[in-house]
């Protein structure tokens, strides 16, 4: 298989691959979830359950005073390589099209630079938030190999993307073709890891904030 | 012209001055994409160099790179590439034709049996032998026959480096690159479809100078391959900035933006058109408003749409898009009843506790 | 727009091709001559640019030769296909074009030395000179 | 009588997964936030306190029994199943260092609600045999006698002359038609008294027509804390029952956290029906009475005060303005301690913790934290409306030789009101 070849298996047939598990694997995620039903609730409500879900969807997203300072790292170094990663996998030109062919919608992108920029502003986050997660007591204890398994396969498409941007290493068709098997990768673990938490966090959120809500409490 | 003469004293012979010959080395270091200061090397082996013959083959082939050569820039390259090397062979070029023009070639394989060399363009049809044939000989036999006595081969274009546009899907006549069938002598690949004419003479030169030159994994030079075309394209700087042309007559295309998103292989396609550049230096494709296709890459012709950008998906991916949420649903609600079912069992299989089920000794 | 006489004006477009966003590599080539007219002026070490090698967009290479400007010495060589050697504005910098026989350019050179070698006589060209000559006065048909 | 076992447990646990336990648990992403804001973390340091590891024995169920690739891996033995042995290890995570406050729920930058996840765990772990010997005693005494402190209704009619000849005031007992039931939980009738006196001479003034009830007094409920449902349903039906026999409009749940909680809010789903009655907390009751203008009250507070919000009442409960309106009326010196609020810190008794011995050593080094709040704004009294919060912090106070009185809200407006 020659490096074009490579190209384009990994561009064509092994991307559509990585695509229908992810997306079938989150719809069944979400039917296993809502198959569970929740029971509806007797008691008399103070507010409304609906309104308690939204606001605490948005809203969880701001930490309360207390915990900023208590788990400040946490929060930070989460933030920045969680809009990291949103500014180069959205705003990244070459990226947007593959947003537009597969939905037929495009927005505008930043300049190149400031992506390759915003690229190593996210490794370094990650790497930091990695050795975080060995160094402290309660992260070591929580965490599995899922854990580690997840920020490598995470931190693993920023390395071949920025590679891949600056041409470094290898020739140009295995820099790309590598930074999207990588991307690949992250895909097809996506609905089997913890990284189920990109789309179950909102109903996990609203079930919170409805649970809340009904009681009359913004949470 | 006797064969045992150096290039210089065939030079002197035809009343070429020293300084001219000191301007031929000084173009062909800079074709060559050579430091300046690689001339008076150029120049002390280039006086020394034995003048080879040449025998060019051409196999399944759109004559487009013998059209190249001729249109070579530099004029004066050409008359002296001509004189610099013998081509004994070129049943396009040559004024013989027939049984004389085989025997011409013949002769010639003899007389420098082991030492010529060997020039092909366009690739060898390995399904069937008849597809292709010059003077009842198929290319496959006259390949084999010409290369057993070639000091090395150079393939130039596409078509003899990787299989070319015979070689693209589906591939009637199972054609093959020259090093898919010769594996016991150096190749050097020029690919390209065609080449750039100053990179084909830059090549035969290099050979004739410096011998085999310094090849990259897929056999090519990388005086003229080594570097991408992304690498060295003067729009680069609007690629960093995110400037890119979205269609051939926008803004963008006009003040000569990036045209990634309109299909540019540049970043994954290795050769010079960046730096040498076609016809004598006035332009290359992207410098034209064009995307480049990757010519010199094997399988370009199949690599996808020539205006569909490098990152985006080659195969329809809102199918499977589709396809992955319908078997989603479909597994979703087989899985999903089973867990409800379960939990339902769950919830029916309970017994009531009471205060007295609260020790498991009781 | 105009090149101001001073050197390394800004790096504009000197011609009105479409460059709007130049490659930005005129103002490093200044440079660059600029270190090898140092490097020359100490220590007498010549520098030689090939211009070819370097990616310009559209007008930036013109604009690059009209800011070196031409200085007292040009020289026109017929060496199959014409050749133009002239000293820029700038003494020791020289700047070499070779065309071909059709007069396209197929060489560009920026040389920072005393003199470019094209332009020296060479020992063989006198040699064939010298025999020439001979054969000349041994035939005695000079009036 | 089978009695418990681990079968049962994993049963039970199975029963209790929902839709959004699977949310949660598929949410979760390690990243220790919750830690930080349980106190019993934070004042011990250790991590097995983690919130979200409380509940790893529900985690291991979900996974194995409600979603495809951990039912595959558990055939494949990539995942152990549950054993008896874990809920022994666990018993002590999800008893003893967890009131259920809710306070890691409101931090979770994903949305768990981890003490809604807790309470569905404890069902589990009662069911199979692994829930705290204090509690069982409690669960026990609340449904033979009527109270976990074994207050019988003799006790109550002796306190309740006490209070009548003390404040030379009626105290209304099965008392038909009348507007409220009033509940009493067994710490007041036992340990603060007053607190009847209190609303009798409250509702006298502002002319309320109540209640209390020899048939149900008790509102505390072992069955909520101990974590078994049908205990609950049992202790919550004999309030039903007495409500709906004096034909009250409203039920006011007294001075406690977890009462509330079982009343007004899990009450109804635990019997299966909603109720024909309101039901309301006391302070909602006297906030109802300020607004109305119904409560005359003359020279205020002028010592410091700062009031505690019972986790149960204001978090879990949304009970959180009307306490302020009252101070504000009583007191002129009221200074909210750091975090007050929806995000107050819990005082670390409720959920079962206090009625569980085990727990003491932990429960009261945990009292660090509320220690640090007060310690900011050195408070001459801390004002709050529940008992298990006052009896817990009066002990935590002690330890530390810190003389801080805790008062009752409730109280503290009964001694400002202006008796004819």
Known sequence: ?????????????????????????????????????????????????????????????????????????????????????????????????????????????????????????????????????????????????????????TILPLITGWMAFNRVGLSGPMLIGIHILSVE???????????????????ARWYNGAIAGYKGVRS | MKKDQTLGETLRRQGVSRRSFLKFCATTASLMALPPSMIPVIAATLEKARRPSVIWLSFQECTGCTESITRSSSASIEDLIFNAISLDYHHTLQAASGSAAEQARET??????????????????????????????????????????????????????????????????????????????????????????????????????????????????????????????????FYDKGLFADTFDDEGARKGWCLYKLGCKGPTTYNACATEKWNDGTSFPIQSGHPCLGCSEPDFWDAGSFYRSLSTPTENIGKAAVYGIGAGLLAGAVVGSVQRARKQSAVKAHQRVTIDDLDKES | MTVHGTPGASPGCGSDTPCNIPTGNVVP????????????????????????????????????????????????????????????????????????TDDTIIGRFIEVCEMPAILKSQAEDARAGLEYLESLLSENNLQ | MSGASFERGYNALKEQIDAPVAAFLSSCVHCGMCAEACLFFTETRDPKYTPIHKVAPLHKVWKQEYTFWGKLGKALGLSKPLTDQDLTDWETLVYDSCTMCGRCSMVCPVGNDIAYMIRKTREGMAAAGHAPEGLIGAARRSVTIGSPMGVKLPALQAQIRHMEKEFDIKIPVDVEGADYLCMLSSMEIMNFPEYIGSIARIFKQAGVSWTLSSEAFEATNSGIQIGV?????????????????????????????????????????????????????????????????????????????????????????????????????VAENFVEMPGAGKMNWCCGAGGGVSSNERADELRLKTFARKKAQLDAINPD????????????????????HMDIPLLSLTETIAEHLIEK
């Open chain 1, 1 to 153: 298989m020659t490096e074009a070849e490579f190209l384009l298996w990994v561009r064509g047939p092994a991307f559509n691959a990585a695509l229908f598990i992810m997306l079938a694997g989150i719809v069944v995620r979400f039917v296993e979830i809502l198959f569970l039903g929740r029971k509806t609730n007797l008691a008399q409500a103070r507010g409304s359950e609906v309104a308690g879900g939204f606001y605490t969807t948005w809203r969880r997203m701001i930490p309360d005073a207390d915990s900023f300072i208590r788990s400040g790292f946490t929060i930070i170094a989460g933030y920045v390589f969680h809009i990291g990663l949103f500014v180069v996998i959205f705003l990244f030109v070459p990226h947007i099209l593959v947003f537009e062919r597969a939905l037929g919608v495009s927005w505008g992108g930043l300049p190149s630079n400031i992506v390759d920029a915003t690229t190593v502003v996210t490794i370094v986050a990650l790497v930091a938030v990695l050795l975080h997660r060995i160094k402290d007591p309660v992260l070591r204890m929580l965490s599995n190999a899922s854990d580690y398994l997840v920020w490598l396969v």
């Open chain 1, 185 to 203: 990768l992250l895909m097809i673990l996506f609905p089997f890891t913890k990284l189920s938490h990109a789309f179950t966090l909102f109903l």
């Open chain 2, 108 to 237: 010639a394989m003899q007389e420098n049996h082991g030492k010529y060399i060997l020039v092909v363009d366009g690739s060898i049809p390995a399904a069937n032998n008849g597809y292709s044939t010059i003077a009842g000989i198929s290319n496959f036999d006259m390949l084999k026959e010409a290369a057993e006595g070639a000091a090395a081969i150079v393939a130039v274009g596409s078509c003899s480096s990787f299989g070319g546009i015979p070689h693209a899907n589906p591939n009637p006549t199972g054609a093959v690159s020259v090093s898919d069938l010769i594996k016991d002598k150096p190749i050097v690949n020029v690919p390209g479809c065609p080449p750039i004419p100053a990179v084909i003479t830059g090549v035969l030169v290099q050979f004739l100078t410096f011998g085999l030159p310094d090849l990259d994994h897929l056999g090519r030079p990388k005086a003229f391959y080594g570097q991408s075309i992304h690498d060295r394209c003067y729009r680069r700087p």
């Open chain 3, 29 to 100: 080539l200044l440079h660059e001559i600029l270190h090898a007219l140092e490097r020359w002026l100490d220590d007498g070490e010549e520098h030689a640019i090939d211009l070819r090698g370097i990616p310009m967009a559209p007008g930036e290479e013109d604009h690059l030769i009209e800011t070196l400007g031409e200085g007292e010495i040009r020289a026109d060589l017929s060496l199959t296909g014409r050749s133009v050697v002239l000293e820029t504005r700038f003494p020791a910098v020289w700047l070499v074009t070779h065309y071909n």
């Open chain 4, 229 to 329: 449902s049908d205990i609950a349903a049992v202790l919550v039906q004999r309030i039903v029952d007495a409500a709906e026999k004096l034909k009250v409009k409203a039920v006011i749940s007294p001075e406690c956290g977890h009462a509330y909680m079982a009343i007004r809010w899990e009450g109804p789903n635990l019997v299966g029906k909603q109720f024909g009655f309101k039901v309301v907390h006391i302070l909602e009751v006297l906030d109802e009475l300020r607004a109305e203008g119904k409560l005359k009250v003359r020279d205020k507070e002028t010592q410091k005060l700062t009031y505690h919000d019972p986790c149960q009442i204001a978090r879990r409960g949304g009970v959180l303005e009307q306490p302020r309106n009252l101070l504000n009326m």
């Open chain 4, 381 to 400: 009294a801390v004002v709050s409306a529940c008992s298990n919060c006052r009896i817990h912090l009066e002990e935590g106070l002690e330890e530390y």
